[in-house]
């Protein structure tokens, strides 16, 4: 029963998330070839506001329901109001302090911009507890519902409005009609109705679980955008742009494989926490699988980075190619990352969580503070070698408990490490012989997934077997109602 719902759970996870990725991926290819570099580099300069305020509604609160045992309504509904009151007080906040923040970019557009992006902390406040109820029960095919239409109605009005001289506001309006559309469709689907009801002694008991998620969850964004903040004071507008597309295609395919891990990985998890060999047995296969797929993936996009470029954003973006060579390795330890922090969160321990957090800060201010000066391309380099460390210190813990460290998951990488590289021989071999950069790019991903695929069964490799299982339960099981 339990595999049956992982297996499930992963492809309705699976679905959303790719479904999603692509839908946003063609969204974004357009919009790239309409708009400028600098407008997205003006959404780049309000990416750390908007994310820390998103971290400050959801404040783990939600998480602390998924890893309980038993929850009640009243636990649903405090989790409700609270959302409310605190998106009021962050919009707020965010609505005064937008002139201060213009001024600090020197960017006056921003005042209008942040007050009304600002307004989608609202919807995402609506639909926290939908979610959170569906990801307990697993039932991620009506939350990829919800995405999906959200990535639709989002994709069509920011095209709409790009296409008709919006400019910078078209991406607004992608985001805000996006959330909106998704947030209807979760109140449709989600049988849970608000009582406005909220219990202290529920909430002190979620915040008890949840403030360590919150502490960690607000320092993580402010790592993730903190190159947007020195890139958008020092730099032109433009090298922020450039900087956060490169962010976005490296994260579709490693944020994506990321996001499938955490959301199905972690109810999963929790679900068997007191039992220590079925806890060991999923979270070290999901180490393997999510590096079977993920290596092989980033190099092979860092090898196709400028046919990818110009192919698909055109020369207008030809700045971008050495940025986004460097971006996808800087990416590519995160789908590992993710299951080891999702296990401490599983088994309880969140304050091992946000311990393992912060210690890694130390890293990325001596990383900013040598590369900051050297320019972008030198700050994603630095963040490649932050990255490798942080994916060891997260390894750490969950290895000390579970015997599964960073040794023995490098150790379980060094045959996919090594039959990538054979590849990425192959693949260069290729571009090279060939001309035209759409040639280049259908044959690279042509020849990059047969000799990657083929080497693995030469070589008997274990993860091409059991991702094959996978992919045979999730055909063959598909249509079986989850008991």
């Not at 971008?320 to 800087?330: H, N």
């Not at 590369?371 to 994916?391: C, D, E, Q, W």
Request: glycine share 6%; with cysteine; aromatic share 14%.
């Amino acid at each position: 029963m339990l595999q049956s719902k992982a297996v499930k759970g992963v492809m309705w996870s699976a679905i959303d998330k790719f479904a999603v990725q692509f839908g946003q991926f063609s969204v974004s290819i357009l919009l790239a070839r309409i708009l400028l570099p600098e407008d997205f580099g003006l959404i780049g300069m309000l990416a750390v506001f908007i994310a820390i305020s998103q971290t400050f509604i959801e404040s783990g609160l939600g998480t602390g329901l998924i890893q309980r045992q038993e929850r009640t309504k009243v636990d649903f509904s405090t989790l409700f109001v609270f959302n409310l009151v605190v998106s009021t007080l962050i919009y707020s906040v965010l609505f005064f302090s937008a002139p201060y923040i213009a001024s600090f970019f020197k960017q006056p557009q921003l005042v209008a911009l942040l007050r009304v992006l600002s307004l989608n902390l609202f919807i995402i406040a609506f639909s926290i507890v939908q979610r959170t109820q569906l990801t307990i029960i697993l039932d991620f095919k009506s939350i990829a519902k919800s995405n999906v239409v959200g990535v639709i109605f989002g994709g069509i009005s920011g095209v709409v409005a790009a296409m008709n001289g919006y400019g910078v506001w078209s991406l607004v309006y992608q985001i805000l009609v996006g959330s909106f559309a998704s947030c209807i469709v979760l109140w449709f689907l989600s049988n849970w109705k608000p009582s406005f009801v909220f219990s202290k002694k529920s909430f002190q008991s979620l915040f008890n679980f949840g403030s360590k998620l919150l502490i960690a969850g607000l320092y993580a964004q402010l790592l993730n955008n903190v190159y947007n903040i020195f890139l958008g004071k020092f730099y032109p507008t433009s090298t922020l742009g450039y900087y956060t597309r490169a962010k976005n295609f490296a994260d579709i395919s490693s944020g994506t494989i990321s996001s499938i891990l955490q959301q199905v990985t972690f109810p999963l998890l929790a679900s068997v926490q007191n039992d220590k060999e079925k806890v060991v047995f999923v979270y070290s296969k999901m180490i393997r699988l999510s590096a079977f797929v993920i290596i092989p993936m980033m190099t092979l996009i860092a090898l196709l980075s400028k046919p990818i470029v110009l192919v698909l954003l055109t020369d207008k973006w030809i700045s971008l190619i050495p940025l986004l060579q460097w971006m996808v390795f800087a990416r590519i330890f995160l789908p590992m990352s993710v299951i080891n922090l999702s296990l401490l969160n599983a088994i309880g321990r969140s304050d091992l969580f946000l311990k393992v957090d912060l210690s890694k800060f130390p890293l990325t201010v001596i990383a900013l503070i040598i590369t900051l000066p050297l320019g972008v391309k030198a700050m994603i380099i630095g963040h490649v070698i932050t990255s490798a460390l942080s994916f060891i210190i997260n390894a750490y813990l969950p290895g000390k408990f579970y015997g599964y460290g960073p040794l023995h998951q490098l150790k379980d990488m060094m045959p996919i490490f090594g039959i990538t590289i054979i590849m990425a021989g192959f693949v260069f071999i290729t571009t090279y012989i060939v001309e035209g950069f759409l040639l280049q790019l259908l044959l690279g991903i042509l020849v990059g997934l047969v000799s990657y695929l083929s080497i693995c069964k030469l070589f008997k490799l274990r993860e091409l077997s059991e991702s094959w299982e996978l992919l045979s339960r999730l055909f063959t099981e598909r249509s079986t109602p989850i008991k």
